[in-house]
T-cell receptor, first 113, second 112 residues
Framework: EAGVTQSPTHLIKTRGQQVTLRCSPISGHTSVYWYQQALGLGLQFLLWYDEGEERNRGNFPPRFSGRQFPNYSSELNVNALELEDSALYLC????????????FGQGTRLTVV | SQQGEEDPQALSIQEGENATMNCSYK?????LQWYRQNSGRGLVHLIL?????REKHSGRLRVTLDTSKKSSSLLITASRAADTASYFC????????????FGKGTRLSVIA
């Protein structure tokens, strides 16, 4: 069974640019979560999608947005990149709306210069 | 905001010793989970303990949960160099539409 896949694995962008990160959940999982992990820090919750709808949003500015497609894959968009957006962006999926085990992808390492 | 807070932030032990990490949280929970992360990669689920459980075992892992104190502990027995990683607790709150909330993690170093 394929796990959660994220693309790209690494990305370098210039301040002010826009970026799109992609995530494919495990087959059958309807919930997708996005987390930001700055270097050496814990995971900060960004967004939660379930059944195509945004269920919850973390304390991040509106330039962080995303969506979930009918096949439950998801995109995270970040506009007007800032240096402090440099982080590991982790996507996770689960089958039971946040109550059970979350399966993580390997993340996208974003560097903003 | 962070729900769980792990303690200690970093732990260094010799191979063969036991490692204990603690997690405190603030609100009522449905369950608490522990995850492991190797070198800035994705997290791997280790164990889930429900709010009505007090202790759970999985191989060399033992997790306890004290809901009256809003705390949990993860014990890794007979540690190995391969256990070197960051360990995170995550809480699944009782309120709906609230995702897993992670602590800041404990960095464990097991020295061979």
């Amino acid at each position: 069974e394929a796990g959660v896949t994220q693309s790209p694995t690494h990305l370098i962008k210039t301040r002010g640019q826009q970026v799109t990160l992609r995530c494919s959940p495990i087959s059958g999982h309807t919930s997708v979560y996005w987390y930001q992990q700055a270097l050496g820090l814990g995971l900060q919750f960004l967004l939660w999608y379930d059944e195509g709808e945004e269920r919850n949003r973390g304390n991040f500015p509106p330039r962080f947005s995303g969506r979930q497609f009918p096949n439950y894959s998801s995109e995270l968009n970040v506009n007007a990149l800032e240096l402090e957006d440099s982080a590991l962006y982790l996507c996770a999926s689960s089958a039971d709306r946040g109550l059970g085990e979350a399966f993580f992808g390997q993340g996208t390492r974003l560097t903003v210069v | 905001s962070q729900q769980g807070e792990e303690d200690p932030q970093a732990l260094s032990i010799q191979e063969g010793e036991n490692a204990t990490m603690n997690c405190s949280y603030k609100t009522s929970i449905n369950n608490l989970q522990w995850y492991r992360q190797n070198s800035g990669r994705g997290l791997v689920h280790l164990i889930l303990i429900r709010s009505n459980e007090r202790e759970k075992h999985s191989g060399r892992l033992r997790v306890t949960l004290d809901t009256s104190k809003k705390s949990s502990s993860l014990l890794i027995t007979a540690s190995r160099a391969a256990d070197t990683a960051s360990y995170f607790c995550a809480t699944a709150p009782n309120s709906g539409n609230t995702p897993l909330v992670f602590g800041k993690g404990t960095r464990l170093s097991v020295i061979a």
